[in-house]
């Protein structure tokens, strides 16, 4: 148990469908992230929240939306999506920015299917 | 941008000692972790290394080179429930923190 919890822990969608991802984490921290983890691939840094604001966008297509409603929560809010994007949506947490040795807190992930 | 390789799988046999290589190539340097993921969980944070040298943690140990651009993770006394997936990550001189592909381990009895 990280501290760090994502649900659905499984996704299948349509290309057509709305689905969101959320995220919560219980350690207290100020920061958040959404990571993309595809097979046989580096871990790709979508999103990052820092105190509740989005510091990072990482030329993430449209069809990804993040929200940070608090500093707990974080949702990925899905739609439109192709086939390519099925992959490991990651949610992770730290304190402070990742400006010195803070380690990241991931959560299990949401393993996505887009068909 | 960064480079970050590492092996893909590496096999080793209970009881014994492997070493995972990492090489990386960033604009600057703020430290090096490695994180340890078992398949289906969450990555889990292993070790970190700003400065030269190996840093022990158990039957862990990480070894870091600047000048080099290299690092590697020791595992020794390897168990079955080391078998996992291995992630080096490097923070640039921009702090941003870019992750290799990983490296599987599979430990056989």
């Known amino acids: 148990e990280t501290g760090v919890t994502q649900t659905p822990r499984h996704l299948v969608m349509g290309m057509t469908n709305k689905k969101s991802l959320k995220c919560e984490q219980h350690?207290?921290?100020?920061?958040m992230y959404w990571y993309k983890q595809s097979a046989k691939k580096p871990l790709e840094l979508m999103f990052v929240?820092?105190?509740?604001?989005?510091?990072e966008n990482n030329s993430v297509p449209s069809r990804f939306s993040p929200e940070c409603p608090n500093s707990s929560h974080l949702f990925l809010h899905l739609h439109t999506l192709q086939p390519e994007d099925s992959a490991l949506y990651l949610c992770?947490?730290?304190?402070?920015?990742?400006?010195?040795?803070?380690?990241?807190?991931f959560g299990s992930g949401t393993q996505l299917s887009v068909l | 941008g960064q480079n970050i390789d590492q092996p893909t799988e590496m096999t080793a046999t209970e009881g014994a000692i492997v070493q995972i290589n990492c090489t990386y190539q960033?604009?600057?340097?703020?430290?090096l972790f490695w994180y340890q993921q078992h398949a289906g969980e969450a990555p889990t944070f292993l070790s970190y290394?700003?400065?030269?040298g190996l840093e022990e943690k158990g039957r862990f140990s990480s070894f870091l080179s600047r000048s080099k651009g290299y690092s590697y993770l020791l595992l020794k006394e390897l168990q079955m429930k080391d078998s996992a997936s291995y992630l080096c990550?490097?923070?640039?001189?921009?702090?941003?923190?870019?992750f290799g592909a990983g490296t599987t381990v599979t430990v056989r009895a």
């Open positions: 992770a947490s730290s304190q402070g920015g990742g400006r010195g040795n803070e380690k990241l807190f």
């Open positions: 350690l207290g921290h100020n920061a």
């Open positions: 929240y820092s105190l509740e604001e989005r510091v």
């Open positions: 960033t604009s600057g340097f703020n430290g």
């Open positions: 290394n700003v400065l030269d």
């Open positions: 990550a490097v923070r640039g001189g921009d702090y941003k923190l870019s």
